[in-house]
């Protein structure tokens, strides 16, 4: 039987990989920083990537939720990019897209 914390694991697992997958699929430019905070059903889910290393923190507020699914849907990258430019956003989640150029 699995533990509270065994599915809470097993959870974070399969969302870290769905979100690791689609932001892979980002053409990011030298520098080019994006940062993705989903909330949805009392899940918060912040994710950094940096040119090709990721780095997550996940914070659960509940053990049922629906797993972050089709996230290329619903990340539309504008041409040319913003600081702090909302790129989506709805009545539970959003995504930013900034550029931070050394």
């Known amino acids: 039987m699995l533990t509270t914390d065994m599915t809470r694991k097993l959870r974070d697992r399969h969302l ?4 690791e997958s689609a932001l892979l699929e980002l053409e990011l430019l030298p520098g080019e920083h ?7 059903q009392g899940v918060t889910l912040m994710g ?3 040119t090709g290393s ?6 659960y507020e509940v053990m049922s939720f629906p797993l972050a ?20 956003e709805d009545y539970q989640t959003s995504y930013y897209r900034n550029i931070n150029v050394p």
Not at 16 to 19: M, S, Y
Not at 34 to 40: G, K, L, Q, S, T
Not at 54 to 59: D, G, S, V
């Open 34 to 40: 994006i940062e993705v905070d989903v909330r949805n």
């Open 48 to 50: 950094e990537v940096y």
């Open 69 to 88: 699914k089709n996230i290329m849907n619903l990340i539309h990258v504008h041409s040319p990019p913003v600081e702090a430019h909302s790129i989506y």
């Open 54 to 59: 990721m780095k997550y923190l996940a914070e």
């Open 16 to 19: 870290k990989v769905d979100i």
